[in-house]
């Protein structure tokens, strides 16, 4: 969806629609940009990006942990060398880093995947993650990343080795070239990991994927080009199945994201396809209280508190990422969504693919006030 148009059509028609009496939309406009832009960010550092090739956003994305089947991803061990502080961007040697094949360095960044969580603390990453890192003062971001600290870990590098990059993209060249072979940063806020960033090389490609600091989970792989950095930025999602087309659905989503006082009342009338797209596009966006507020919540409906939602998501990077590549697949493959209708209060949306790879559904209710919502445990 193109922000800037989209925009503008909301901007023409918003006197007319469901904001009809804002007297001017233009705050709401600039909210709406900032929180969407910082949330999409596709560079090298994946802490607003619901993206994975896309998104592996997710983020289904990466933010409903109770619908797939999580793995084992238990990690005792610490893995690394002795922790070495420092100032500067100067890694501590490693001579014979650049020997270590793909298959190490593919354990290594599995390995760390299995240890980081949001919420933990600096102790306890020191205690599981021991390679020599180095304190950021500035590592080439916006500073609206709401972390107060970063550590940059050059990991299986040559001896002697400096980037040529800041630490918010990728070292592109460093990665091709096995100059180094694994590249992390770690978000830190209150002495607590808020969010992380890895890329390691693969053959001529560059894995890269990383927690927000919500904890939803996003990966991608590049080729790895000179400009990969840029070229990455600047790519436009592709259209998919999900997409807002319809001005009144794009307002309805952007209306709900500005009440202060949030009320079931913009998704009546809608239809169980509707209420897809629309928990899609709040995936896609990181809008977790808007999926939150999707699902059923009527009386006796198994549902955590908002709060524990946000907390078990944060907890479950394994059950993220599972999520978030069964979502990356609705997008990149699903060709088309229908309707079963069950009873008159549940229905199915039915998504089929591409691939001709068996169509899953999501079992839709329509709660005591006649709007339908997605089901708690929704995937069927």
């Not at 990006?49 to 061990?77: C, D």
């Not at 990455?232 to 994201?257: C, G, H, V, W």
Request: charged residues 30%; aromatic residues 10%.
């Amino acid at each position: 969806m193109n922000l800037d148009k989209l925009l503008a059509e909301f901007k023409q028609t918003a006197d007319q629609t469901l904001l009809h009496g804002m007297d001017d939309t233009t705050k709401l406009e600039e909210q709406i940009r900032m929180s969407i832009e910082n949330k999409r960010k596709k560079k090298f550092r994946f802490t607003y990006s619901v993206s994975a090739a896309l998104i592996a956003v997710a983020l289904v994305i990466g933010f409903t942990p109770y619908w797939l089947q999580k793995e084992n991803a238990g990690v005792n061990t610490t893995i690394g060398t002795p922790v070495q502080q420092s100032t500067n961007q100067t890694s501590g040697p490693n001579a014979t880093a650049h020997a270590f094949d793909d298959q190490k360095i593919k354990e290594t960044a599995e390995e760390i995947f299995g240890i980081l969580r949001v919420g933990m603390t600096q102790d306890q990453v020191k205690e599981k993650l021991s390679f020599p890192h180095i304190v950021i003062d500035d590592y080439g971001g916006s500073g609206d990343d709401y972390s107060d600290e970063y550590w940059g870990y050059n990991i299986f590098a040559k001896e002697g080795y400096q980037r040529k990059e800041d630490w918010i993209m990728e070292e592109t060249e460093g990665l091709l070239n096995r100059d180094l072979g694994l590249e992390l940063l770690i978000f830190w806020r209150d002495k607590k990991v808020n969010g992380y960033g890895l890329s390691y090389v693969q053959g001529k490609e560059i894995h890269s994927f990383g927690l927000n600091r919500y904890g939803t989970y996003s990966e991608s792989i590049s080729k790895g080009t000179a400009n990969s950095n840029e070229e990455y930025s600047n790519t436009p999602a592709p259209s998919t199945i999900f997409d807002l087309e319809e001005k009144e659905m794009r307002q309805r989503y952007f209306a709900y994201m500005e009440m202060e006082e949030k009320t079931d009342e913009l998704w009546r009338g809608l239809s169980p396809i509707d209420i897809m797209k629309l928990y899609v596009q709040a995936q896609r966006d990181v809008e977790l209280e808007i999926m939150y507020a999707l699902h059923s919540n009527d009386d006796g409906v198994e549902k955590p508190t908002l709060e524990q939602y946000l907390e078990e998501i944060k907890k479950d990077p394994v059950g993220a990422r599972n999520s978030a590549r069964h979502f990356n697949k609705l997008l990149e493959l699903g060709s088309s969504m229908s309707v079963e209708y069950t009873s008159d209060k549940e229905a199915i949306v039915w998504i089929s693919f591409k691939d001709n790879s068996e169509k899953v559904g999501y079992r839709m209710e329509k709660n005591k006030k006649g709007i339908w919502k997605v089901g708690w445990r929704a995937l069927q």
